[in-house]
């Protein structure tokens, strides 16, 4: 079972940046992978998908402002958030796209405005 770790949040002043990485303790080349998150009292939702042949594909709420990109070397997705906003914090996750694997603890961003 491949265990995901997720890291990189924190908090963050409005229209400022992070960058989020989760690891895989397996290979992830095989899978389509995506970054998600989940608001207290909300839904989890996916924001961005990274397939195996490199297409990407974003949630309009972050699309233009956050970049998922990954490293099957490095068994690494990321998440470039720039611009980030009040109703970016949450807790985001990283898993494949078939929620093949058990969520890991997820990292939180905090925005201050």
């Known amino acids: 079972q491949v265990q995901l770790?997720?890291?990189?949040?924190?908090?963050?002043?409005?229209?400022?940046s992070l960058r989020l990485s989760c690891a895989a303790t397996e290979s992830i080349a095989d899978f389509d992978m995506g970054w998600y998150r989940q608001a207290?009292?909300?839904?989890?939702?996916?924001l961005a998908r990274a397939t195996r042949d490199g297409a990407t594909n974003y949630a309009g709420s972050v699309k233009g402002r956050f970049t998922i990109s990954r490293d099957n070397?490095?068994?690494s997705v990321y998440l470039q958030m720039d611009n980030i906003q009040p109703d970016d914090a949450a807790t985001y996750y990283c898993n494949s796209l078939k929620l093949t694997w058990n969520w890991g603890r997820g990292t939180r961003v905090t925005v201050s405005s």
Request: no cysteine.
């Open 73 to 75: 070397v490095k068994r």
């Open 40 to 46: 207290p009292g909300q839904a989890r939702e996916l």
């Open 5 to 16: 770790v997720e890291s990189g949040g924190g908090l963050v002043q409005a229209g400022g």
